[in-house]
Structures are given as structure tokens and as C-alpha cells.
């Protein structure tokens, strides 16, 4: 037996190398004599196998294809990295014999560029239909970037916007609005009951596109208010492991509503007619879906040739596939008989030029991309039953009366508490160096892991202080609160001072008993204390009966 056993684990051991040798003779045909379809053209990219399959099929059957030696879709590759160091690695390493860059965001080809993993378009005839043909901005988003030289060192292949897809029969099942702002994604009313997940989230760092949605949040409302809002939207839903899993939870029906791209509203909308995707008005933004060089193209020509037929009517017109449904960066694509078959999309297109962008910094997006992501997932993702059912006991302290003075005021003084950050937007920009070591990642999720527990124990624990608000009033007075015995005298009871200069925000009650309650009549003060220790009681009650 134990024979048998060693003899296993040797062939075991055997078949692994073998396995990977088999694989890398696959993509390199020089590797181990082995002589498969000739690679041409390998591509990077962030796009689904539809798309790029698609793609590659259309330009392998077009001249500019066969002017460069290209005659099947075999002789085209793509693979699919995952994350920035895999791009890197792809675009710069020999070993992987990459020429091109397609689809990810501005954020990622941004930071390839700066860390000199992508070469200029200087091909005269691709630089001349780039000029002819796509703006340099599209409602105010840049579609280009260019290097210290002023070369072109990536185009947008396609543009984008980032919304949210309803299900409106959930909504009505469900008894919510339809919401049309961020604002009411994140708003208390939204939250129904605790098995009820009203809303699809993606963790950020296995979503590129619901990262972008973040980033527009935390730039159109800064970033302790926006980071407020994403807690916010949370505790009234759930988390995925990235888009498409998102996605399918409104067209499920799991949640009423998920953040989505465009075209996946559109993928929605095809797959379920009750689903409709929203552009939030002047809260969204135009997004190029860049293509670019790698550093060392292994085959320049073909690299040339295909980054000139996706910019192609033709190739723009590959996107209006039902499939697809991306938004071509070239309005005339919507000339050609596809385009013409696509009246929605033709719509979406218009309604997302005319949608008033807000000024996205891409700059200030990409100097803290990775420490916003992980910030999501260790004070979010891992934490989220905590932080949903801490949402759910302050939603529930406000729907139930709990909050007996100024009930809006002291949630919303709460809520504040419970979306605040782990760190601040400097402390984002200064990790983001470090983020991708192992251990300062480690001990910075143990860190704010801890600081979200420990936050939101302090909101249950502020739940049975109802009568705490915010004053930032200028004023310089006196709040005297005066009872009346039984002889229809008066007695002072307290004398509260409150704010003497706008910049001061102060904690003050608005009922306090001092130690001027001995000047109060016996009967007055029992009376008091007979008519509140029930509250406090039946609070007690609830509280402990929520935590439960």
C-alpha cells in the first residue's frame, strides 16, 4: 500500500510539470517543439469573452487583418488579469508576448503609463483616424491621455456611464420609491426588514466598475460624506464578489436594486423587462474604456491594425451586439446597420452626453485606487452583518419613536457616526504605496476591522441617548427651564449656556435636570420620576430585545 502511494504522489508530481509545460506550448509555440496555431496578436484585457471573442473574430476577417499576416481568430489571444500587478507583469514581461491593452478603465491605464508599462501610438495612419475622428473630451471626460512628450498613450475604445438598475416590480412588492439619486439609495427608508436585501453591492476590489461608482461618490460628495453614503447604501443591502454577480441580483429579483454600468442595465433590461437602468441626474460621469500598446509590442503591426479596426465604424459597431451593448466612443457607429437596429442604445447614448458630469479628478482617483478598494472590503465586506444590523437598530430607533426629541436630527447625528471612515483622504493617499505589501495590507485590515466593530458598538451603545443633538447656532443664551408646584409657584430647574462662535459645534440636551433639582417640590419631582421610569424602562426593553 504505502508502495502504491509513493508511486501516486510520482506521477502526481510528474503530470504538474507536464500540465504547465503543455499550457505555456500553448501560448508560445517555440516552448518544447510544439507547433500550434501561431500566436499573432496576444491581448490583455478586462473585457467579457463575448466581447473579445466577437472582436477578434470580426477583425480576423477584415483587410486590415490580412494586411498584417492575420487570417483566423486562432492566430488572436486574450487573457484576462485581474489585477494591477498581473497587467503590469503582462504589458512589460517578454514572457507573455503582449502588444495591446484593452478595457479596464482610465484609472488602470493611468497608472500602467506612469509606471512606463505602455508605449506611444505613433503609427501615422492609426494617429491620423484617432485625430479625425474621437474628441479629446466627452462631457468633460478625458478620452485620450498623453505622455510627458506629448504622445499619444492611450484612446478610448468606448464610453461608459455608472447608475443603477431597478427592479420595478420589487420596488412595488417591496413598498420603496423608485429611487433617482445616490442620495435615496442611502436614505433610512430604504431599509425594510433584516432578511431583505434591498440593495446589490460589488466588494471593490473584484469590481472595476462599482469601484468607479464609489469613486464618483466620494468625489461628487468628498470623502467623509461619501464614504457616509456607501455605509449607508450597505446597511440597506448586500455585498457581492464583483458586477456580474451584482447585476443578476436585480434581474433575480434578490434586491430591488444594483449598482450597475451601463450596458449592464442594458444586459438587465434585455433579461428582464421590469429592470430599468437610471443615469443619477449630474451625479454620474462619462468613462473611456481605453486601449493602448503594451511596453514592448511582440507584434507592432497587428497591434496597430487592431487598434485601428475597434476604432473602426465597424469595429464600434461590433459593441451594439445584444449581447454586448456597450455605447461606441464614435456617434457615426450608429450609421451603420447595426447601429441603426439599435435605437436604445442610440437613446442611453444621448442621454449620457447630455447628463451633466460632475468634474471627476482621474488624477486623485488613481492616487489612492487601491487603498479605497481594500478600505471597502476590511470596513464593509468583512464586516457586514455587524454593520448591517447596526443599521438595522438605528433605522428601527427611528421608525419606532425611539428618538423622542428631534428624531430626524439625532439619527442623522448617528448615521454620521456609523459612516465614518477608517482613515482620512490623506492617510488613503500616503498608504497608497504600501497597500500592496502583504503585511501592511494584513495589519491594516486588522486595524480597521477593529475600528468598524468598535464603531458601531458605540452607535448601539448612543441608541438610549435620545435627547442629544447637534447645536451650531450662534448664539450666546440661556435655556431655563422653570416647573410649577402645587401653590402655582415657580422653581428653577437648569440653566443651559449654548453657543458663542460659528466654527463651535457643541454637544448640549435639550432637557437636563442639574443639581438645582433639590429647589424642585417633592410631589413635582416624584411626578416626574414616575411618569419617566416607564420610558426608560420599556426602552431598556427594546434595545435589549433588538440586540438579541
Known amino acids: 500500500m504505502k508502495g502504491k502511494k509513493l508511486l501516486f504522489l510520482f506521477i502526481f508530481l510528474l503530470i504538474i510539470p507536464l500540465a504547465g509545460s503543455h499550457v505555456v506550448a500553448f501560448t508560445n509555440p517555440e516552448v518544447n517543439n510544439v507547433t500550434p496555431t501561431a500566436i499573432k496578436l496576444s491581448v490583455s484585457t478586462r473585457h467579457d469573452a463575448i466581447l473579445y471573442n466577437k472582436m477578434g473574430a470580426a477583425f480576423a476577417a477584415s483587410p486590415l487583418a490580412a494586411a498584417v499576416g492575420i487570417t483566423s481568430a486562432s492566430e488572436i489571444s486574450f487573457s484576462g488579469p485581474s489585477t494591477f500587478d ?43 483616424l484617432i485625430a479625425a475622428n474621437i474628441s479629446d473630451t466627452i462631457a468633460g471626460a478625458d478620452m485620450k491621455q498623453y505622455d510627458a512628450n506629448g504622445d499619444l498613450i492611450w484612446v478610448g475604445s468606448a464610453i461608459s456611464s455608472f447608475g443603477f438598475t431597478v427592479n ?37 476590489p473584484d469590481t472595476t466598475s462599482n469601484t468607479r461608482i464609489y469613486q464618483i461618490l466620494l468625489q461628487k460628495f468628498g470623502w467623509e460624506k461619501g464614504w457616509e ?63 493602448a500598446l503594451a511596453q514592448n509590442p511582440k507584434h507592432p503591426a497587428a497591434a496597430n491594425a487592431f487598434i485601428q479596426y475597434v476604432l473602426s465604424p465597424e469595429g464600434q459597431a461590433v459593441l451594439f451586439d445584444p449581447r454586448i451593448n456597450r455605447l461606441p466612443i464614435r456617434a457615426d457607429a450608429f450609421l451603420e446597420p447595426e447601429g441603426i437596429a439599435r435605437p436604445d442604445l442610440k437613446n ?49 430607533a427611528l421608525k419606532g419613536g425611539s428618538f423622542l426629541t428631534a ?72 435655556i431655563v427651564i422653570t416647573t410649577t408646584d402645587i401653590t ?10 449654548v453657543i458663542t462662535t460659528t466654527s463651535e459645534v457643541v454637544q448640549t440636551t435639550i432637557i437636563s435636570v442639574s ?25 431598556q426593553f427594546n434595545k435589549r430585545k433588538k440586540l438579541s
Open 86 to 128: 498581473g497587467w503590469f507583469k503582462e504589458m512589460t514581461n517578454p514572457f507573455f508576448e503582449k502588444s495591446v491593452g484593452w478595457g479596464g478603465g482610465p484609472t488602470l491605464f493611468n497608472n500602467l503609463a506612469d509606471k512606463g508599462a505602455l508605449s506611444p501610438i505613433t503609427d501615422p495612419d492609426l494617429v491620423a
Open 168 to 204: 420595478n416590480a420589487e420596488l412595488e412588492a417591496r413598498g420603496l420609491p423608485k429611487p433617482l439619486t445616490w442620495e435615496d439609495l442611502a436614505a433610512p427608508e430604504f431599509f425594510t426588514f433584516d432578511s431583505q436585501f434591498n440593495i446589490g453591492l460589488g466588494n471593490a
Open 229 to 291: 453614503l456607501i455605509y449607508r447604501m450597505a446597511g440597506n443591502g448586500k455585498i457581492y464578489g464583483g458586477s456580474v454577480e451584482t447585476r443578476q441580483s436585480v434581474i433575480s429579483g434578490e434586491t430591488a436594486v444594483a449598482m450597475t454600468i451601463d450596458f449592464y442595465g442594458v444586459i438587465a433590461m434585455n433579461e428582464n423587462p421590469n429592470t430599468e437602468y437610471i443615469v443619477p441626474q449630474n451625479a454620474s460621469i462619462v468613462n473611456a474604456d481605453p486601449i
Open 348 to 396: 442611453l447614448y444621448d442621454l449620457t452626453l447630455s447628463n451633466q458630469a460632475i468634474n471627476f479628478d482621474e488624477d486623485l482617483a488613481a492616487s489612492q485606487y487601491s487603498t479605497m478598494r481594500f478600505h471597502f472590503e476590511y470596513t464593509i465586506q468583512d464586516v457586514h452583518t455587524k454593520l448591517r444590523d447596526t443599521w438595522s437598530n438605528l433605522v428601527s
Open 407 to 478: 428624531p430626524r436630527e439625532r439619527f442623522e447625528q448617528l448615521a454620521a457616526e456609523f459612516g465614518q471612515p477608517a482613515i482620512n483622504q490623506s492617510d488613503a493617499i500616503a498608504f497608497e504605496a504600501d497597500i500592496s505589501d502583504a503585511g501592511f495590507k494584513l495589519a491594516k485590515q486588522t486595524e480597521w476591522n477593529q475600528f468598524s466593530n468598535n464603531k458601531f458598538d458605540s452607535v448601539i451603545d448612543h441608541l438610549d441617548d435620545p435627547y442629544t443633538i447637534a447645536v451650531t447656532e450662534v448664539t450666546t443664551s440661556e
Open 488 to 497: 402655582g409657584g415657580t422653581s428653577l430647574v437648569t440653566t443651559e449656556t
Open 515 to 539: 443639581e438645582t433639582t433639590t429647589n424642585i417640590p417633592v410631589i413635582t419631582m416624584w411626578l416626574f420620576i414616575g411618569l419617566y421610569t416607564p420610558i426608560l424602562i420599556i426602552k
